[in-house]
């Protein structure tokens, strides 16, 4: 049983379209994550929602907008696509403990590569 | 601002041996940090954590360091077999909601 699931787990588009990714996970988490992974390798937090509520909104363009209608699902959907936007697309889950989330270990998804040409 | 470090890209060793993966932090606020292990076209998989309050984590072959004053923890693996060729990225977090902020990665070769 995959834990956490994305698709696709490919994607090449041409600039100027949108796309979406979407993520599901069958934890039962309440908090889920997108990340990105640049060029240089360096896995950066885009997004966090718990129980379907923006908790995280790192610094992306406004061309980026998460959706999630469950808290099962946390989808990413990219307008007016750029090339600068060529990366793996990792998205996450936890489930937040006392603390409030600060302590819990994050599963990953396998990544979507987008390819923008 | 890349306030987790790991600076060492690569580490080759040879299987039976101790694998040393270090990684610097420069944020003091950070009081949760992570390893995660990575295989190619795959996400990262928790590997073992720390918590600030501690200096040493032990889970099986893997032990984790954390030296607070010198903003800096290592990752031992003892020891090393073929199957721990990955890449091993570091994580730090402090506060809510578990924003991680994650080093470059090092890559470990195990030979036999």
């Known amino acids: 049983d995959t834990a956490v699931s994305q698709t696709p787990k490919y994607l090449v588009t041409q600039m100027g379209n949108d796309k979406s990714i979407k993520c599901e996970q069958n934890?039962?988490?309440?908090?889920m994550y997108w990340y990105k992974q640049d060029s240089k390798k360096f896995l950066k937090i885009m997004f966090s929602?718990?129980?379907?509520?923006?908790?995280i909104n790192e610094t992306v363009p406004n061309r980026f907008s998460p959706k999630s209608p469950d808290k099962a699902h946390l989808n990413l959907h990219i307008n007016s696509l750029e090339l600068g936007d060529s990366a793996v697309y990792f998205c996450a889950s936890s489930q937040p403990g006392t603390s409030g989330g600060g302590t819990d270990t994050q599963y990953f998804g396998p990544g979507t590569r987008l390819t923008v040409l | 601002d890349q306030q987790v470090k790991q600076n060492s890209p690569s580490l080759s060793v040879q299987e039976g041996r101790i694998s040393i993966l270090n990684c610097d932090y420069t944020n003091s606020m950070f009081d949760y940090f992570l390893w995660y292990k990575k295989y190619p076209a795959e996400g990262p998989t928790f590997l073992i954590s720390?918590?600030?309050?501690?200096d040493k984590n032990e889970d099986g072959r893997f032990t984790v360091f954390l030296n607070k004053s010198a903003k800096h923890l290592s990752l031992h693996i003892v020891p090393s077999q073929p199957g721990d060729s990955a890449v091993y990225f570091c994580a730090a977090s402090y506060g809510s909601w578990g924003k991680l902020q994650f080093g470059a990665g090092t890559q470990v070769v195990v030979t036999p």
């Open positions: 929602y718990n129980n379907k509520e923006l908790i």
């Open positions: 720390i918590s600030s309050i501690k």
């Open positions: 934890l039962g988490h309440d908090t």
